[in-house]
């Protein structure tokens, strides 16, 4: 049964503390427009994120207030202090920003509650007190339009950065695909001189079909030649020099660490040995030393250009580009891109370490925000870590949810400012070096855009961020970018 018809006296409203310092006339409007309200236990008496109609004060009994976490009503207060307020607590908010509750009241036992309409606080706050509204209203602007601007160049730095490293990080086999194909040109010109040498009329054809053969098998082997401990390749290129030392091939040592890299051994120049005369030996091996040398280079230029693709391909899956903003996407793809963007920034002495559920599902997400949040707790972690340490990044599932977890080894968030973490312009770091809104961020994207969570448990040499996901999808929004 509900009551609210009923008002105070304005005796009974100076009793209130929010109410008790008000004059006469601000006292009778207030004792104009509100009503007294009872409801019994269990009963609701608003809901997070409806439109905040009215605001509410406690007269009597016990209430609790609510938010929405994971899909359940999580406690935050329960308080049976006569005088707590709630409900549309934002008077500041002019029309064209539309207030809504921003948590859940339930009565916990039989509760009588003292209501005011929200238009009608709104009003007569921004009439009695001009300047505090003022004040709030710019206080409420400029924090968001500071967000916004901070938020805005704190990604702008992050992806040059990040871009800077890429850089770097395509210079390299870039210029080693550039170096590379400059050698081949020269063996591959050195390779026709030296075949024109040993088919110049010396080698009948079924010779030179033989050296043709060995040439092939000599490819072959370049192409699988097994990798060699520097202590084995060093006595494989001691072997190969005294052979062409003692068959007179003139600066064996230059050849020798060539056909060691191709697989290239004693039995193989045998063959070679068999195939053609003695005056026509070293003319044959250095054609072939030459055809292993541009199989190697090939091998080069592939790596290297593969390397490029590679890159360009985390680029683009880091960033999205040509994608929707909302699409099916594996979470190790977008961790692997992120992670790959970093390459240049994690320094020798960190190890990085990828614990992988690779049977989780693919779920819907906003695929470029989620690798703004992983940019930011991968590079909070390699800032922690400093010069060495381990970066952990593993993912998992908990019921309906994907769990990601990066952890660090770097020496903790103090305990005393552990809570304040996920505050906006809060930071750890020297003045200049985070602008506080990396975590921030991170939340908002969690939480807001993808109804998911993310917490921190930390202690000396390990902090560990867990952000979880629904799989079921994303939680609806409304058009201005709030969770509905």
């Known amino acids: 049964m509900t009551d609210e018809g009923e008002r105070l006296t304005t005796e009974d409203l100076r009793t209130l503390f929010l109410f008790e310092s008000l004059d006469d006339d601000k006292l009778a409007y207030v004792h104009e427009h509100g009503r007294v309200k009872r409801l019994p236990a269990g009963t609701g008496v ?29 406690e935050i207060i329960r308080t049976s202090h006569r005088g707590s307020y709630g409900g549309a607590t934002q008077p500041y908010l002019n029309e064209e920003r539309v207030q809504t509750y921003l948590n859940s009241m339930r009565a916990v036992t039989d509760v009588t509650l003292f209501s005011l309409p929200a238009e009608v606080i709104s009003t007569a706050m921004r009439r009695w007190f001009p300047m505090a509204m003022h004040l709030l209203d710019g206080l409420f602007l400029g924090m968001r339009t500071t967000q916004t601007v901070v938020g805005e160049r704190e990604r702008l730095l992050a992806l040059g950065s990040l871009s800077a490293g890429l850089t770097h990080e395509l210079n390299n086999p870039a210029a080693a695909a550039v170096r590379a194909t400059s050698v081949l040109r020269d063996r591959v010109a050195g390779m026709r001189h030296k075949l024109a040498m040993i088919a110049d009329g010396r080698l009948d054809g079924e010779r030179l079909h033989r050296l043709v053969e060995l040439q092939e098998a000599a490819v072959k082997k370049a192409a699988s030649a097994p990798i060699l401990s520097p202590l084995e390749t060093s006595d494989a290129e001691d072997v190969l020099t005294d052979w062409l030392d003692e068959h007179d091939v003139t600066a064996g040592w230059d050849l020798a660490p060539t056909l060691t890299a191709g697989g290239i051994d004693v039995p193989w120049l045998e063959q070679v040995t068999a195939a053609v005369r003695q005056d026509d030996l070293e ?40 994608r929707a903003p909302n699409q099916t996407a594996d979470v190790h793809d977008l961790l692997d891109a992120t992670l790959a963007m970093f390459n240049s920034k994690i320094k020798p002495g960190v190890r990085v370490v990828r614990e992988y559920d690779r049977s989780l599902p693919a779920i819907p997400v906003y695929a470029a925000e989620l690798n703004q949040v992983w940019t930011n707790l991968i590079d909070n972690a390699l800032y922690a870590i400093g010069e060495t340490g381990v970066l952990t990044v593993r993912t998992g599932r908990k019921d309906d949810r994907i769990v990601v977890e990066v952890t660090d080894t770097g020496p903790g968030i103090p305990a005393d400012v552990r809570s304040r973490i996920f505050e906006p312009f809060f930071t750890t770091k020297p003045i200049g070096d985070g602008t506080g809104l990396g975590l921030d961020i991170s939340y908002r994207i969690v939480v807001n855009k993808h109804h998911g969570d993310i917490r921190v448990d930390s202690e000396p040499g390990r902090t560990s961020f867990r952000v979880s ?14 969770p509905g």
């Open 46 to 74: 608003f809901v997070e994120g409806e439109p905040a109609q009215c605001f509410y004060v406690l007269l009597d009994g016990t209430v609790a207030l609510t938010r929405l976490v994971h899909g359940d009503q999580v």
């Open 283 to 322: 003319p044959a091996i250095r054609w072939l030393t030459y055809t292993v040398e541009t199989e190697l280079l090939l091998g080069e230029v592939d790596d290297a250009l593969g390397r490029i693709t590679g890159l360009v391909g985390a680029a683009k899956q880091y960033s999205q580009i040509d």
């Open 469 to 482: 996901l629904p799989i079921a999808g994303l939680r609806a929004e409304t058009p201005d970018g709030t």
